[in-house]
C-alpha cells in the first residue's frame, strides 16, 4: 500500500492533508479524490458559494504531486 495525500490548492494558496491515507493503487486514491471533490462542490451549491478553481493535488509521502483533479472536472453541466 502506499500513502497518498490530498492536498488542495487554490490558486498559490495550497492547504496540506496532513494525514493522507492509503491506497493499494493510484487509481483508487483518485477515485476517491473525486467522490470527495464532488462532496466539496456539492456543499458549496448547496450553500449558495462559488464554484471556484480549487483543485486536488494528489502527493506522495516523498511530496510528488502524481496526479491533479480540479474540482470542476468532477461535475458536467448541459
Known amino acids: 500500500m502506499t500513502r497518498y495525500f490530498f492536498n488542495v490548492r487554490n490558486g498559490q494558496d495550497l492547504k496540506l492533508d496532513e494525514e493522507g ?5 493510484l ?5 476517491e479524490a473525486v467522490a470527495s471533490a ?6 458549496r451549491v ?5 464554484i ?10 516523498a511530496g510528488e504531486v502524481v496526479h491533479t483533479i480540479p474540482f470542476r472536472a468532477t461535475f458536467h453541466l448541459e
Open 21 to 25: 491515507a492509503d491506497f493499494d493503487t
Open 46 to 50: 448547496k450553500s449558495g458559494e462559488l
Open 38 to 43: 464532488r462532496e466539496i462542490v456539492a456543499e
Open 52 to 61: 471556484d478553481g480549487k483543485r486536488f493535488e494528489i502527493t506522495t509521502e
Open 27 to 31: 487509481d483508487l486514491a483518485i477515485d
